[in-house]
């Protein structure tokens, strides 16, 4: 028995394993994929404090050799529940059971889908959720990215130098994403701004040809794409945990600052928790937050 099993080996789940070997504690990260979490498709973060201009892979491997540096244990195995029985916690994966004094979940979240018909059967074939695994695949094409996020932006941003000509899509005429980003990319002469606008049909033979996008007057244009990149947020990977966390109407585990959720010795850190602010920063901050309450726990329950 572990004391503390962390699941998911993101930003958030990574910090925190780091924060509970630095207390002295035996520690079992879960992955379903691969770690780093959604960090890892970032082309270049730029504004974690101090770490300015690196890509999202390099922050992730690093963090990743700083835990197993420490000795916190991976398994890259895919959680898909907890049970709570006070002292003793299980968390059952899709092949094996492990059990720990205290859980954190930092499972994050999710792409989400724009819902259109032959979405899913076009992955891979026009329709991609990832710039920088993807992008490659549209050098001096024609690609459009639709969303208004940062995401969307950092995608628009790191297609530009790739395709020939990108087309930004976003329903409303401004943007969630940072201002700094947004002014990078209206200088870029190949990016074409597309607002107040839906992607509303997808057209396809073996691949992707083309786009409908329907404005707020109902005109519907049809642009000739080789690619679309889907940047429209994500949604908690909180499904699987409902038994010991209560979730929002949104699926977002409910807990506070301390993220602490209603059961005890259960954690709940990053992205798929209740926040303001959905940052790597914050996902960090979480992971220290999470494991420093659930190091606090054990010592209670020891004594
Ligand atoms: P997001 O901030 O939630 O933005 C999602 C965007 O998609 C919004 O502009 C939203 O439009 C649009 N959208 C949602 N559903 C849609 C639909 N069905 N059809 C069309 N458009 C739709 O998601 P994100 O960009 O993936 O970012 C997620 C979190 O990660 C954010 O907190 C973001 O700041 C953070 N992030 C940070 C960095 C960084 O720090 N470098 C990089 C990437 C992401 P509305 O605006 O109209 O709602």
Do not use: W
């Not at 958030?12 to 079992?28: S, W």
């Not at 050098?139 to 969303?147: I, M, N, S």
């Not at 691949?207 to 329907?214: A, C, F, P, R, Y």
């Amino acid at each position: 028995m572990h004391d503390i099993l962390i699941i998911g080996a993101g930003p958030a789940g990574m910090t925190a394993a780091i924060y509970a070997r630095r207390a002295g504690k035996t520690v079992l990260v879960l992955e379903a994929g691969s770690f780093g979490g959604q960090i890892i498709n970032t082309p270049e973060i730029e504004n974690y404090p101090a770490a300015a201009h690196i890509s999202g892979y390099d922050f992730a491997t690093r963090l990743y050799d700083q835990a197993v540096e420490l000795g916190a244990e991976f398994v890259f195995e895919k959680a898909v529940g907890v049970t709570d029985s006070g002292s003793e916690k299980t968390v059952v994966t899709t092949k094996n059971s492990y059990t720990a004094r205290a859980v954190i979940i930092a499972t994050g979240s999710e792409n989400r889908k724009l819902g259109l018909p032959e979405e899913d059967k076009l992955v891979g074939r026009g329709i991609s959720y990832c710039a920088t695994c993807d992008g490659a695949f549209y050098r001096g094409k024609t690609a459009a990215v639709v969303g208004g996020g940062n995401t969307a932006l950092e995608d628009a941003l790191y297609l530009s130098d790739l395709a020939e000509k990108v087309y930004l899509i976003h329903r409303r005429e401004s943007f969630r994403g940072e201002a700094a980003t947004l002014a990078k990319l209206r200088e870029k002469p190949n990016v074409t701004f597309i607002l107040g606008s839906n992607v509303t049909k997808l057209n396809a033979g073996k691949k992707l040809n083309s786009i409908e996008v329907t404005d707020s007057s109902g005109a519907v244009t049809e642009l000739a794409v080789d690619g679309l990149f889907v940047a429209v947020g994500r949604t908690p990977e909180n499904q699987n945990f409902a038994a010991v966390m209560e979730l929002d109407a949104a699926g977002y585990a409910v807990a506070g600052e301390d993220c602490k959720t209603a059961s005890a010795g259960i954690f709940v850190a990053g992205d798929n928790r209740t926040k303001a602010v959905r940052q790597l920063v914050t996902a960090a901050a979480d992971g220290a937050v999470a494991a420093t309450a659930a190091v606090h726990y054990l010592e209670a329950v020891s004594q």
